[in-house]
């Protein structure tokens, strides 16, 4: 099966190499091109691309507002942001948006391809970058604002073991050889942290573990 993508930025030059090497790949097509938010927005209503990957920063709608558009409706693409980061504040914006990765643009074209087979599977992923990031501006917030800790009342404590794992960035077969469980037990335990939660995948799971407090930067 293949997978359709649209890319949104508005550097040619990003758009080009990444529709070059997708170009060499058999699984992956780029099905459409975007400038801008707005034609992100409409060409992937037109087109129902499985993959969109997203720049933050664009003229007229940015990122933001275009993955949420996106990501609002029933069967909606998936979205992955490859930015700069130059503002954490979009960043943080965008996760909320509902964006499932992100990417910053200096990695191997290798790793943003394998980043979109693993978004378009229905996974989530962000880079380590971009989890210092998330956790500095999170724990910036929560010094504000009390922590989400009702939420909480809603798992196990086996639930509760592995959220914070989550929220540490282990992977699944980590977390499954930390509380010795099988990897499907692992699983398991995610899908139903998901439901309990009302998290669309595991990107906002790890913003939760920061928002309710049980993990801090510290660990």
Do not use: W
Not at 133 to 150: C, F, M, Q
Not at 183 to 191: D, N
């Amino acid at each position: 099966m293949t997978i359709r993508v649209v890319l949104a930025d508005d550097q040619p030059l990003i758009r080009t190499a990444l529709q070059l090497v997708i170009a060499e790949t058999t699984d992956l097509e780029v099905v459409g091109e975007a400038a801008d938010g707005a034609e992100a927005v409409r060409l992937t209503g037109e087109l129902a691309p499985d993959v969109v990957v997203m720049d933050l920063r664009m003229p007229g709608t940015d990122g933001i507002e275009a993955t949420r558009q996106i990501t609002s409706g029933p069967d909606a693409a998936r979205v992955l942001v490859l930015t700069t980061f130059d503002d954490d504040e979009d960043v943080y914006g965008a996760l909320h948006a509902g964006a499932s990765g992100f990417l910053v643009k200096d990695m191997a074209l290798d790793d943003i391809l394998a980043a979109v087979r693993i978004v378009a599977a229905g996974d989530a992923l962000i880079a380590p970058s971009v989890t210092r990031r998330l956790i500095k501006e999170v724990t910036g917030r929560s010094r504000a604002t009390p922590p989400r800790r009702a939420e909480l009342g809603r798992i196990t404590d086996r639930e509760r073991e592995v959220l914070t794992l989550v929220g540490r960035g282990l992977s699944n077969a980590e977390i499954a050889d930390t509380l010795c469980l099988s990897i499907a037990t692992a699983k398991t335990y995610l899908t139903r942290l998901l439901a309990k939660l009302d998290a669309r995948d595991r990107v906002q799971l790890v913003i939760l573990a920061y928002e309710t407090g049980l993990v801090s930067a510290s660990g």
